[in-house]
């Protein structure tokens, strides 16, 4: 059945016919081992010269695989052939077109479905590094994500690429948690909010989009990845699964399980999960995927399956139907198991039925399909083009969040003497996430040059229109970590050294810092950049299996921003950071904070366009940052009892909290509204108007933040809530009225009896500039019949902006 055989009249391969006849014209054509291998993916290329790139993953037992065996059955994904080791976008399409070719003419004739990560963008070398998650929710502009997204799409089409395994919507709950930065809010409804634009335009490319991690991942016990998840349905159904929700409206075509147990039963053996829930009361169709290697977990970790053919039939029970990254537990074990009666085929054919459908609806089965990628016929052949960068610069610029700036430190004015330090000054990739392609392949690769251009914040400074008399010393070492060190000494030994020489690189740290004490005594202004490397399973301070174990600024950069703050000379603090710090003993101190997070290959130019004043922070924070000695999970979202009480002696306050972000001309609030008499139908929306102009002479915006308070329910709730918060531009001069008409949906929560209610009484909305800087407090009274609501119910309001 060779695609290339295409006179042959098969109703499969008829792109007029509806897909679900295609399909069940296919099936019975079909060997069992053919139907399988379907449901597996080949990962060409995975070895350790690639490095860790999934948990595991040098000590999986798959076997494998020999291209011309996998070839005789099918192939049913590529995993990641142009994410996986350094190779140029344009040979890679090749080897892709190459392959698809080999795979139509083989086997059963149907060519593979080719997956990438694609985060912070298309995870291949020489694409644009876009800023990371938590950039995104600082933004909180869904508009540009959703461009971001297309943008991103676009370029993996271009490639022969058809699915990216983004976006993330695990709602982060511990700061220690080293995946906090792919994370975009601690709040459920900016993530679902930003995570439902993301989706839309990756899928209006007509790449599949994929939610992950599903469900609970993230609140696993002491931020510890992959760790036991311990949180009550309540939480799961009103913190956990709302943002899930909210991006299943948005049209994913499919769906990552999360690699934690939930209660003790893994998601990926959890049929409550991805069958009951995702599918039967949400209507989803698409196809769920494993996390990488997550299926072989069930057996080698979770151990709930006593062998491999085990794992298959539990995972297959579950719901998931495609076994990632590679042929393991899906391929011989499940193949064996069918044979032998423990797994019935009605299952293999379930999972297959979901899988093809999706590969006609990608014109996979189509007669006339060709494996030739577009970028291959096209005159411009880059990745990271002039239109893609300028869009990872707006979207760094629009997230860079300002903490602090006392006595109006900032802007910079032109000519100042500065002193430029830190250990994340001078670092092209010191913006980057663990999921950019340099962070995440080319690290292991370390004579790979980066693939596209990318300033330091100590270029982009010194090209600076201000002209800035800048003298540089890095500080102190790059933040170490377990796995750094350990490499440090390895490579001391394969010279001839000893661990002494470690040691000896330690006492040179500390001549750095004297040497940036002194450099800072002698410069009007000191620029600390400081913060995080981002890597994956300890190759980092932050990302994916960096978890941290307090959240004191990583390595010895505590004891270097301490001996600039000690020279009297004002410090301004940037932190390139994929998780907030505790600042709490040197804020008082520092003349101001900007936090970038991780704002990617553009990051460094809008650093100094915001450090100069040519542009006005706008960012937002999306996660609060702790205060002293906070060390414990903990998020805005708290009941009275999980805020600052006289019976503990833990203050969990923050010290930024949620939504905070500070201006150099902030809006001007003025009226706050709702209607006369208040009433607020259980079944019909509320209006809130908010006013706003701008009296300075740049332009400026503002986040209309509004918190739902519950005075009263039938469980303790959250003091308050975000569920609403549009951004409003204002050019010098300009004045907008902001209508907000809130669904009384909004107000539902989780019950006693474990069903979403809609309940009449008193409410209040808080209507502010962040979490704490409320400037309104209003009351509403809730008319009407108590009412359940459930996936069809309304998540976001209805909001319109006018001049003034």
Not at 329 to 346: K, Q
Not at 364 to 390: C, G, K, N, T, V
Not at 585 to 605: H, I, K, M, S, T
Request: net charge negative; hydrophobic share 40%.
């Amino acid at each position: 059945m060779a695609m290339e055989n295409t006179a042959v009249a098969e109703l499969w391969r008829d792109p007029a016919a509806p897909p679900a006849d295609r399909v069940k014209d296919l099936i019975p054509r079909l060997s069992v081992r053919e139907k399988v291998a379907q449901l597996c993916a080949v990962w060409v290329g995975a070895d350790a010269t690639s490095g860790q790139v999934a948990p595991f993953q040098h000590s999986s037992e798959a076997p494998a695989a020999d291209w011309s065996d996998v070839l005789r059955d099918g192939i049913g994904q590529l995993t990641r052939p142009f994410g996986t080791a350094p190779v140029h976008p344009v040979a890679g399409a090749r080897a892709v077109a190459n392959s698809q070719r080999e795979i139509a003419a083989a086997g059963p004739g149907i060519p593979a479905l080719v997956h990438e990560e694609c985060l912070t963008g298309l995870g291949a070398w020489q694409a644009t590094v876009y800023p990371a998650p938590l950039c995104w929710g600082a933004s909180f502009d869904p508009d540009l994500i959703r461009q971001v997204a297309e943008r991103i799409g676009r370029s993996m089409r271009r490639l022969g690429v058809h699915q990216g395994l983004a976006p993330v919507l695990d709602v982060a709950r511990d700061l220690r948690w080293g995946r906090i930065e792919e994370t975009i809010a601690e709040d459920p409804y900016l993530v679902g909010t930003i995570g439902s634009a993301y989706v839309e335009g990756l899928e209006s490319t007509g790449i599949i989009a994929t939610l992950k991690h599903f469900a609970g991942y993230s609140a696993s016990r002491a931020g510890r990845n992959l760790a036991p998840v311990s949180i009550g349905p309540r939480e799961l159904a009103d913190v956990i699964l709302p943002p899930f929700e909210m991006a299943l409206h948005a049209g994913p075509r499919s769906v990552m399980n999360s690699y934690s147990d939930n209660d003790g039963v893994p998601v990926a053996a959890d049929p409550a999960l991805l069958t009951e829930l995702l599918r039967e009361t949400y209507g989803f169709t698409g196809t769920v995927v494993s996390d990488y290697f997550s299926v072989a977990f069930l057996h080698r970790l979770h151990r709930t399956a006593g062998t491999k053919g085990q794992a298959a039939a539990q995972a297959l029970a579950a719901g998931i139907d495609v076994e990632l990254p590679s042929m393991d537990c899906f391929g011989t074990p499940l193949i064996e198991a069918v044979e032998a009666g423990e797994v019935d085929i009605s299952l293999v054919d379930r999972a297959l039925e979901r899988v093809l459908i999706q590969k006609c609806e990608l014109g996979l089965l189509d007669a006339d399909w060709s494996p030739e990628p577009p970028i291959l016929s096209e005159s411009d052949q880059r990745l990271d083009d002039d239109e893609s960068r300028a869009l990872a610069g707006r979207l760094a610029r629009r997230s860079i969040v300002l903490l602090r700036n006392e006595d109006d430190v900032l802007p910079l004015a032109p000519g100042t003497r500065m002193a430029v330090i830190g250990p994340r000054a001078h670092v092209a990739d010191a913006a980057f996430g663990c999921y950019s392609f340099p962070r995440h392949i080319g690290v292991h690769h370390p004579d790979l040059r980066l693939g596209i251009e990318a300033r330091t914040v100590l270029e982009a400074l010194k090209a600076d229109p201000a002209r800035y008399e800048i003298n540089y010393v890095q500080g102190c070492p790059i933040p170490d970590t377990e796995a750094s060190l350990r490499l440090r000494a390895e490579r001391a030994a394969a010279e001839g050294g000893t661990l002494a020489d470690v040691v000896a690189d330690e006492a040179l740290g500390s001549r750095q810092i004297a040497l940036a004490a002194a450099a800072a005594r002698e410069a009007e202004v000191c620029v600390a950049v400081l913060g995080d490397v981002s890597g994956l399973f300890g190759n980092g301070t932050s990302g994916e299996g960096c978890d941290a174990s307090d959240l004191r600024l990583p390595g010895r950069q505590g004891e270097l921003l301490e001996a600039l703050l000690e020279t009297g000379t004002p410090v301004v603090l940037v932190l390139l950071v994929g998780r907030p710090y505790e600042l709490s003993q040197y804020v008082d101190r520092l003349a101001a904070v900007v936090c970038g997070f991780l704002p990617g290959e553009e990051g460094a130019n809008a650093l100094a366009d915001v450090l100069s004043g040519r542009v006005n922070p706008a960012g937002r924070l999306p996660v609060g940052f702790p205060a002293q000695g906070a060390n414990q999970p903990s998020t805005y979202l708290s009941a009275t009892l999980g805020l600052r009480s006289d019976v503990s002696t833990v203050d969990p306050t923050p010290l930024y909290p949620f939504g905070h972000g500070l201006s150099y001309n902030p809006a001007v609030w003025s009226d706050i509204t709702l209607p006369a008499g208040e009433v607020w139908p259980t079944d019909g929306t509320l209006r809130l108007t908010v006013d706003l102009r701008n009296d300075g002479d740049s332009a400026t915006s503002e986040v209309v933040q509004v918190y739902l308070h519950d005075p009263q329910a039938e469980v303790a709730r959250p003091v308050q809530q975000l569920i609403a918060a549009p951004r409003v531009d204002l050019e010098p001069g300009a004045a907008r009225t902001v209508v907000i008409d809130l669904p009384a949906d909004m107000t539902s929560y989780t019950g006693r009896a474990g069903r979403r209610i809609v309940e009449p009484g008193e409410v209040e909305l808080w209507v502010g500039a962040s979490s704490r800087d409320i400037r309104a407090r209003l009351g509403a009274r809730m008319e009407g019949p108590r009412r359940e609501v459930g996936f069809d119910r309304a998540f976001q309001p209805v909001v319109s902006i006018s001049e003034g």
